[in-house]
């Protein structure tokens, strides 16, 4: 069974430029969860959809947007970039939603903002 | 509000040994909470978890214990092995597969 797909694995993008990064899950799963890594905050939780639903939402100003589609698979945008913006971007995939579930993560898209 | 933490950066230790990684929490609304083993520049990969009810899980070397009165849990690694050093983050879980990580902690297992 494959694991969770990020693409593209790297990105360097301009402040000010927007950015998507997709994230296709494990086959079978339907939830998927999204996460920003740097070295001051840590890993950080920005967005959970199942079944092309948000139900969940983190910390993050709007510029940080996703959507989920009828395949399972995810999106997430970032628009007016900011230098720190630049991160390791994890996508995470489970087989449903609610308690008791594990996420797995894909190797992630690491976004450097100059 | 730091809701989950890993007090220790780092941690050393001899092949064969013991390896206990800690983590304390405050939600009390965290019902199932999971350990990631990560590498630089890598997802984190699952390790192990234990749901609120249960005290103790295991999974070959690993062991999760979980102190719910102290909001404490902590992962064994025994033997310890070379290729266990890594990050390791401990997270809680308050249903909606949103998961809330502590800042890790960087063990080294010295051959």
């Known amino acids: 069974k494959a694991g969770v797909t990020q693409t593209p694995r790297y990105l360097i993008k301009t402040r000010g430029q927007q950015v998507t990064l997709s994230c296709s899950p494990i086959s079978g799963h339907r939830s998927v969860s999204w996460y920003q890594q740097t070295p001051g905050q840590g890993l950080q939780f920005l967005f959970e959809?199942?079944?092309?639903?948000?139900?969940n939402k983190g910390n993050f100003p709007g510029r940080f947007s996703g959507r989920q589609f009828s395949n399972s698979r995810s999106e997430m945008n970032v628009s007016t970039l900011e230098l720190g913006d630049s991160a390791l971007y994890l996508c995470?995939?489970?087989?449903?939603?609610?308690?008791?579930?594990?996420?797995?993560f894909g190797q992630g898209t690491r976004l450097t903002v100059v | 509000d730091q809701q989950v933490k890993q007090n220790s950066p780092s941690l050393s230790v001899q092949e064969g040994r013991i390896s206990i990684l800690n983590c304390d929490y405050t939600?009390?609304?965290?019902?199932?909470f999971l350990w990631y083993k990560k590498y630089p520049a890598e997802g984190p990969t699952f390790l192990i978890s234990i749901s609120s009810i249960k005290d103790k899980n295991e999974d070959g070397r690993f062991t999760v214990f979980l102190n719910k009165s102290a909001k404490h849990l902590s992962l064994h690694i025994v033997p310890s092995q070379p290729g266990d050093s890594a990050v390791y983050f401990c997270a809680g879980n308050n249903a909606g597969n949103m998961l809330t990580f502590g800042g890790g902690t960087r063990l080294m297992v010295k051959p």
């Open positions: 995470a995939s489970s087989s449903r939603q609610g308690l008791n579930t594990e996420a797995f």
């Open positions: 939600n009390s609304m965290f019902d199932y």
């Open positions: 959809y199942f079944s092309e639903t948000q139900r």
